[in-house]
Protein backbone atom coordinates (compact mmCIF):
# COMPACT_ATOMS: atom_id res chain seq x y z
CA UNK A 1 0.00 0.00 0.00
CA UNK A 2 1.49 3.21 -0.91
CA UNK A 3 1.99 5.93 1.27
CA UNK A 4 -0.77 8.29 0.20
CA UNK A 5 -3.21 5.39 0.35
CA UNK A 6 -2.21 4.86 4.78
CA UNK A 7 -2.32 8.47 5.05
CA UNK A 8 -6.15 8.51 3.68
CA UNK A 9 -6.95 5.31 5.24
CA UNK A 10 -5.21 5.95 8.55
CA UNK A 11 -8.24 7.36 11.27
CA UNK A 12 -6.03 10.12 12.96
CA UNK A 13 -3.97 11.20 10.09
CA UNK A 14 -7.69 11.74 8.18
CA UNK A 15 -8.76 13.38 11.65
CA UNK A 16 -5.81 16.13 11.24
CA UNK A 17 -6.11 16.30 7.13
CA UNK A 18 -9.86 17.35 7.82
CA UNK A 19 -9.02 21.52 9.64
CA UNK A 20 -6.94 22.37 6.48
CA UNK A 21 -9.30 20.89 3.40
CA UNK A 22 -12.07 22.78 5.34
CA UNK A 23 -10.05 25.85 4.76
CA UNK A 24 -9.12 25.23 1.61
CA UNK A 25 -12.42 24.57 0.28
CA UNK A 26 -13.72 27.71 2.66
CA UNK A 27 -11.38 29.80 0.31
CA UNK A 28 -12.66 27.93 -2.71
CA UNK A 29 -15.77 28.43 -2.17
CA UNK A 30 -15.30 32.52 -1.33
CA UNK A 31 -13.00 32.23 -4.93
CA UNK A 32 -16.30 31.30 -6.50
CA UNK A 33 -18.48 34.49 -4.25
CA UNK A 34 -15.90 37.07 -5.36
CA UNK A 35 -15.97 35.79 -8.92
CA UNK A 36 -19.75 36.25 -9.05
CA UNK A 37 -18.67 39.80 -7.84
CA UNK A 38 -17.14 40.83 -10.49
CA UNK A 39 -13.76 40.47 -8.59
CA UNK A 40 -10.99 38.70 -9.44
CA UNK A 41 -10.24 35.70 -6.32
CA UNK A 42 -6.36 35.66 -6.90
CA UNK A 43 -6.39 39.79 -6.80
CA UNK A 44 -8.53 39.25 -3.78
CA UNK A 45 -6.54 37.24 -1.73
CA UNK A 46 -2.87 38.42 -2.93
CA UNK A 47 -4.81 41.66 -0.92
CA UNK A 48 -5.75 39.87 2.10
CA UNK A 49 -2.36 38.48 2.74
CA UNK A 50 -0.64 41.46 1.67
CA UNK A 51 -3.51 43.25 4.08
CA UNK A 52 -1.75 41.16 6.56
CA UNK A 53 1.53 40.28 6.49
CA UNK A 54 2.34 43.53 3.94
CA UNK A 55 4.43 45.72 7.08
CA UNK A 56 5.53 44.98 10.41
CA UNK A 57 2.56 47.13 11.71
CA UNK A 58 0.24 44.97 9.76
CA UNK A 59 1.93 41.97 11.26
CA UNK A 60 1.70 43.75 14.39
CA UNK A 61 -2.26 43.77 13.95
CA UNK A 62 -2.54 40.00 12.78
CA UNK A 63 -0.95 38.96 16.28
CA UNK A 64 -3.18 41.58 17.62
CA UNK A 65 -6.44 40.22 16.46
CA UNK A 66 -5.54 36.53 17.18
CA UNK A 67 -4.46 37.14 20.69
CA UNK A 68 -7.94 37.39 22.32
CA UNK A 69 -8.99 34.55 19.86
CA UNK A 70 -6.47 32.28 21.10
CA UNK A 71 -7.67 32.71 24.69
CA UNK A 72 -11.14 32.27 24.31
CA UNK A 73 -10.77 29.75 21.88
CA UNK A 74 -8.29 27.60 24.64
CA UNK A 75 -12.19 28.39 27.14
CA UNK A 76 -13.85 26.76 24.77
CA UNK A 77 -11.85 23.90 23.39
CA UNK A 78 -11.34 23.27 27.66
CA UNK A 79 -14.80 23.14 28.14
CA UNK A 80 -15.23 20.52 24.69
CA UNK A 81 -12.14 19.03 26.39
CA UNK A 82 -13.74 18.37 29.33
CA UNK A 83 -17.07 17.38 28.20
CA UNK A 84 -19.08 20.71 28.58
CA UNK A 85 -19.85 23.13 25.89
CA UNK A 86 -19.03 26.65 27.20
CA UNK A 87 -21.06 29.23 25.54
CA UNK A 88 -20.66 31.86 28.25
CA UNK A 89 -17.11 32.75 26.82
CA UNK A 90 -17.85 36.27 25.66
CA UNK A 91 -19.93 37.45 29.36
CA UNK A 92 -16.80 35.78 31.45
CA UNK A 93 -14.44 37.54 29.52
CA UNK A 94 -16.77 40.74 29.73
CA UNK A 95 -16.73 40.41 33.42
CA UNK A 96 -12.91 39.57 33.45
CA UNK A 97 -12.45 42.66 30.98
CA UNK A 98 -14.32 44.81 33.39
CA UNK A 99 -12.84 44.15 36.55
CA UNK A 100 -9.47 44.63 34.77
CA UNK A 101 -10.30 47.87 33.42
CA UNK A 102 -12.26 49.23 36.79
CA UNK A 103 -8.78 48.04 39.07
CA UNK A 104 -6.71 49.57 36.59
CA UNK A 105 -8.35 52.93 36.82
CA UNK A 106 -8.98 52.80 40.26
CA UNK A 107 -6.11 52.08 41.83
CA UNK A 108 -3.19 54.10 42.01
CA UNK A 109 0.10 51.93 41.99
CA UNK A 110 3.16 51.39 40.53
CA UNK A 111 3.06 49.55 37.09
CA UNK A 112 4.67 46.45 38.39
CA UNK A 113 2.22 45.96 40.80
CA UNK A 114 -1.22 47.23 39.42
CA UNK A 115 -0.28 45.24 35.85
CA UNK A 116 -0.28 41.58 37.78
CA UNK A 117 -3.29 42.92 40.14
CA UNK A 118 -5.48 43.45 36.93
CA UNK A 119 -4.77 40.39 35.35
CA UNK A 120 -4.88 38.08 37.93
CA UNK A 121 -8.20 39.60 38.55
CA UNK A 122 -9.62 39.09 35.04
CA UNK A 123 -8.98 35.49 35.39
CA UNK A 124 -10.52 35.13 39.25
CA UNK A 125 -13.41 37.39 37.54
CA UNK A 126 -14.02 34.56 34.26
CA UNK A 127 -13.44 31.92 36.99
CA UNK A 128 -16.49 32.92 39.54
CA UNK A 129 -18.70 34.01 36.74
CA UNK A 130 -18.63 30.30 35.43
CA UNK A 131 -18.41 28.75 38.90
CA UNK A 132 -22.13 29.53 39.01
CA UNK A 133 -23.26 27.42 35.56
CA UNK A 134 -20.85 24.96 36.96
CA UNK A 135 -22.29 24.59 39.74
CA UNK A 136 -25.93 24.29 38.54
CA UNK A 137 -24.56 21.60 36.05
CA UNK A 138 -22.73 19.75 38.61
CA UNK A 139 -25.19 19.76 41.70
CA UNK A 140 -28.60 19.89 39.86
CA UNK A 141 -27.74 19.17 35.92
CA UNK A 142 -29.01 22.23 34.24
CA UNK A 143 -27.75 21.81 30.89
CA UNK A 144 -24.60 24.17 31.00
CA UNK A 145 -25.23 25.67 27.62
CA UNK A 146 -29.17 27.43 29.06
CA UNK A 147 -27.14 28.88 32.03
CA UNK A 148 -23.92 29.74 29.95
CA UNK A 149 -26.34 31.72 27.35
CA UNK A 150 -28.21 33.47 30.61
CA UNK A 151 -25.04 34.54 32.23
CA UNK A 152 -24.10 36.39 28.93
CA UNK A 153 -26.75 38.67 29.60
CA UNK A 154 -26.54 38.96 32.81
CA UNK A 155 -22.99 40.42 32.37
CA UNK A 156 -23.79 42.36 30.00
CA UNK A 157 -26.20 44.14 31.97
CA UNK A 158 -24.24 44.06 35.46
CA UNK A 159 -21.31 45.81 33.06
CA UNK A 160 -23.89 48.43 31.90
CA UNK A 161 -24.89 49.44 35.31
CA UNK A 162 -21.51 49.35 37.35
CA UNK A 163 -19.51 51.16 34.19
CA UNK A 164 -21.61 54.65 34.65
CA UNK A 165 -21.32 54.38 38.33
CA UNK A 166 -18.05 53.20 39.07
CA UNK A 167 -15.77 54.51 36.05
CA UNK A 168 -17.96 56.55 33.88
CA UNK A 169 -16.14 58.62 30.88
CA UNK A 170 -16.52 61.52 28.68
CA UNK A 171 -19.14 59.64 27.32
CA UNK A 172 -22.39 57.83 29.43
CA UNK A 173 -21.90 54.55 26.86
CA UNK A 174 -18.15 54.01 28.12
CA UNK A 175 -15.72 54.17 30.48
CA UNK A 176 -12.65 56.39 31.33
CA UNK A 177 -9.80 55.40 29.66
CA UNK A 178 -7.27 53.07 31.31
CA UNK A 179 -3.55 54.66 32.50
CA UNK A 180 -0.96 53.47 30.80
CA UNK A 181 0.37 51.70 33.92
CA UNK A 182 -2.15 49.21 33.64
CA UNK A 183 -2.24 48.52 29.75
CA UNK A 184 -0.87 45.44 28.52
CA UNK A 185 1.12 47.45 25.32
CA UNK A 186 4.84 48.00 26.19
CA UNK A 187 7.28 50.50 24.03
CA UNK A 188 9.28 48.06 22.71
CA UNK A 189 6.81 46.38 21.26
CA UNK A 190 5.08 49.39 19.46
CA UNK A 191 8.37 50.17 18.45
CA UNK A 192 9.05 46.92 16.75
CA UNK A 193 5.74 46.53 14.80
CA UNK A 194 5.53 50.17 13.90
CA UNK A 195 2.97 51.30 15.49
CA UNK A 196 0.21 48.58 16.06
CA UNK A 197 -1.48 47.78 19.39
CA UNK A 198 0.08 44.48 19.30
CA UNK A 199 1.21 43.52 23.31
CA UNK A 200 2.02 41.47 26.02
CA UNK A 201 -1.07 39.66 25.67
CA UNK A 202 0.39 37.73 23.03
CA UNK A 203 2.56 35.92 25.14
CA UNK A 204 0.55 35.91 27.79
CA UNK A 205 -2.12 33.45 25.35
CA UNK A 206 0.91 31.87 24.24
CA UNK A 207 2.54 30.60 27.81
CA UNK A 208 -1.27 29.91 28.31
CA UNK A 209 -1.79 27.70 25.52
CA UNK A 210 1.28 25.39 26.72
CA UNK A 211 0.10 25.19 29.97
CA UNK A 212 -3.10 24.32 28.74
CA UNK A 213 -1.83 21.52 26.55
CA UNK A 214 0.70 20.34 29.45
CA UNK A 215 -2.11 20.52 31.98
CA UNK A 216 -4.71 18.16 30.14
CA UNK A 217 -2.24 16.01 28.21
CA UNK A 218 0.66 15.55 30.93
CA UNK A 219 -0.83 15.59 34.24
CA UNK A 220 -3.23 13.36 36.59
CA UNK A 221 -5.72 15.97 36.85
CA UNK A 222 -6.55 16.96 33.23
CA UNK A 223 -6.56 12.81 32.89
CA UNK A 224 -9.02 13.05 35.42
CA UNK A 225 -10.96 15.92 34.06
CA UNK A 226 -10.83 14.27 30.61
CA UNK A 227 -12.44 11.11 32.14
CA UNK A 228 -15.50 12.55 34.10
CA UNK A 229 -16.49 14.45 30.34
CA UNK A 230 -15.95 11.34 28.79
CA UNK A 231 -17.63 9.32 30.87
CA UNK A 232 -19.51 10.09 34.14
CA UNK A 233 -20.50 7.36 35.35
CA UNK A 234 -17.44 5.27 34.93
CA UNK A 235 -15.17 7.81 36.27
CA UNK A 236 -17.62 8.07 39.44
CA UNK A 237 -17.24 4.47 39.47
CA UNK A 238 -13.33 4.58 39.72
CA UNK A 239 -13.42 6.62 42.39
CA UNK A 240 -13.08 10.21 40.76
CA UNK A 241 -15.22 12.78 42.48
CA UNK A 242 -17.69 14.00 39.01
CA UNK A 243 -19.36 16.69 40.29
CA UNK A 244 -15.97 18.68 42.05
CA UNK A 245 -14.33 17.94 38.31
CA UNK A 246 -17.09 19.84 36.44
CA UNK A 247 -17.12 22.95 38.53
CA UNK A 248 -13.15 23.17 38.15
CA UNK A 249 -14.10 22.50 34.20
CA UNK A 250 -15.87 24.57 34.06
CA UNK A 251 -13.97 27.27 36.52
CA UNK A 252 -11.34 26.87 34.46
CA UNK A 253 -13.44 27.93 31.27
CA UNK A 254 -14.30 30.95 32.51
CA UNK A 255 -10.99 31.70 34.29
CA UNK A 256 -9.91 31.26 30.52
CA UNK A 257 -12.22 33.21 29.27
CA UNK A 258 -11.70 36.12 31.51
CA UNK A 259 -7.99 36.34 30.63
CA UNK A 260 -9.12 36.97 27.31
CA UNK A 261 -11.01 39.68 28.83
CA UNK A 262 -7.94 41.37 30.21
CA UNK A 263 -5.76 41.13 27.13
CA UNK A 264 -8.78 42.65 25.05
CA UNK A 265 -9.82 45.70 27.57
CA UNK A 266 -6.70 46.95 28.84
CA UNK A 267 -4.65 45.48 25.93
CA UNK A 268 -6.44 46.76 23.06
CA UNK A 269 -9.52 48.59 23.57
CA UNK A 270 -8.08 51.03 27.05
CA UNK A 271 -11.87 51.48 27.90
CA UNK A 272 -15.12 49.21 28.32
CA UNK A 273 -18.17 50.15 26.21
CA UNK A 274 -22.01 49.44 27.70
CA UNK A 275 -24.35 47.36 26.21
CA UNK A 276 -22.12 45.30 23.98
CA UNK A 277 -21.07 41.74 24.41
CA UNK A 278 -17.73 41.32 22.85
CA UNK A 279 -18.12 38.88 19.66
CA UNK A 280 -14.48 37.25 20.53
CA UNK A 281 -16.11 34.67 22.56
CA UNK A 282 -18.59 33.49 20.29
CA UNK A 283 -16.05 33.59 17.84
CA UNK A 284 -13.90 31.30 20.28
CA UNK A 285 -16.23 28.10 19.70
CA UNK A 286 -15.25 28.33 15.87
CA UNK A 287 -11.85 28.52 16.69
CA UNK A 288 -11.77 25.19 19.13
CA UNK A 289 -13.98 23.82 16.67
CA UNK A 290 -11.59 24.11 13.85
CA UNK A 291 -8.42 23.73 16.24
CA UNK A 292 -10.13 20.32 16.91
CA UNK A 293 -9.72 21.78 20.84
CA UNK A 294 -6.22 20.90 20.70
CA UNK A 295 -4.42 23.93 22.07
CA UNK A 296 -1.68 23.60 18.99
CA UNK A 297 -4.78 23.77 16.82
CA UNK A 298 -6.74 26.43 18.76
CA UNK A 299 -3.47 28.92 18.47
CA UNK A 300 -3.21 27.85 14.69
CA UNK A 301 -6.90 28.20 14.22
CA UNK A 302 -6.70 31.41 15.81
CA UNK A 303 -3.84 32.84 13.87
CA UNK A 304 -5.96 32.02 10.64
CA UNK A 305 -8.98 34.38 11.84
CA UNK A 306 -6.01 36.84 12.39
CA UNK A 307 -5.18 37.10 9.29
CA UNK A 308 -8.14 37.27 7.76
CA UNK A 309 -9.64 40.16 10.05
CA UNK A 310 -6.82 41.74 9.52
CA UNK A 311 -6.35 41.24 5.59
CA UNK A 312 -10.11 42.32 4.87
CA UNK A 313 -9.83 46.03 4.58
CA UNK A 314 -6.77 45.79 2.46
CA UNK A 315 -8.71 43.52 0.23
CA UNK A 316 -11.83 45.25 0.14
CA UNK A 317 -10.04 49.28 -0.93
CA UNK A 318 -7.78 47.26 -3.32
CA UNK A 319 -10.33 45.01 -5.24
CA UNK A 320 -13.92 46.50 -4.09
CA UNK A 321 -14.63 43.17 -2.90
CA UNK A 322 -17.77 43.46 -0.14
CA UNK A 323 -15.79 43.65 3.93
CA UNK A 324 -18.59 41.14 4.51
CA UNK A 325 -16.73 38.25 2.67
CA UNK A 326 -14.49 37.48 5.38
CA UNK A 327 -17.31 36.58 7.74
CA UNK A 328 -18.72 34.29 4.77
CA UNK A 329 -15.27 32.63 3.96
CA UNK A 330 -14.92 32.21 7.86
CA UNK A 331 -18.44 30.83 8.29
CA UNK A 332 -17.61 28.31 5.24
CA UNK A 333 -14.30 26.88 6.69
CA UNK A 334 -16.62 26.44 9.64
CA UNK A 335 -19.15 24.66 7.93
CA UNK A 336 -16.56 21.91 6.40
CA UNK A 337 -15.32 21.50 9.76
CA UNK A 338 -18.42 21.39 11.01
CA UNK A 339 -19.08 18.17 8.75
CA UNK A 340 -15.99 16.93 9.90
CA UNK A 341 -17.75 13.27 9.36
CA UNK A 342 -18.35 13.69 5.87
CA UNK A 343 -15.01 14.99 4.77
CA UNK A 344 -13.15 11.87 6.61
CA UNK A 345 -15.82 9.63 5.10
CA UNK A 346 -14.72 11.23 1.63
CA UNK A 347 -11.09 10.24 2.50
CA UNK A 348 -11.56 7.25 3.27
CA UNK A 349 -13.53 6.39 0.06
CA UNK A 350 -10.41 7.54 -1.48
CA UNK A 351 -8.04 5.73 0.26
CA UNK A 352 -10.16 2.50 0.06
CA UNK A 353 -10.41 3.21 -4.75
CA UNK A 354 -6.30 3.91 -4.52
CA UNK A 355 -6.00 0.97 -2.19
CA UNK A 356 -7.73 -1.22 -4.78
CA UNK A 357 -6.42 0.29 -7.73
CA UNK A 358 -3.01 -0.87 -6.11
CA UNK A 359 -3.88 -4.07 -5.67
CA UNK A 360 -5.25 -5.05 -8.71
CA UNK A 361 -2.44 -3.34 -10.52
CA UNK A 362 -0.64 -6.76 -8.63
Given at each position: ????????????????????????????????????????????????IQ???????????????????????????????????????????????????????TL?????????????????????????????????????????????????????????????????????????????????????????????????????????????????????????????????????????????????????????????????????????????????????????????????????????NA????????????????????????????????????????????????????
Amino acid sequence: MSKLSEMFMDDARRNRMVPFISVILGFLVGAIIILLSGANPIEAYGALIQGAFGSLKKIGDTLLYSTTLILTGLAVAFAFKTGLFNIGASGQMLMGGFIAVLLGITLDLPRIILLPICITSSIVAGAVWAFIPGVLKAKYRVHEVVTTIMMNWISVWTVYYFVPELIRGPFDTESANVPANALLRTEWMTKLFDGSYVNLGLFLALITALIIWWVLDRTTFGYELKAVGFNPDAAQYSGMKVNRNIIYSMMISGALAGLAGATFYIGYASNIKIGVSPTQGFDGIAVALLGLNHPLGVVLAALLFGFMNAGKLSMQIATGVPNELVPIIIATIIFFAATNEMIKGWLKRIGNKKSDKERGAK
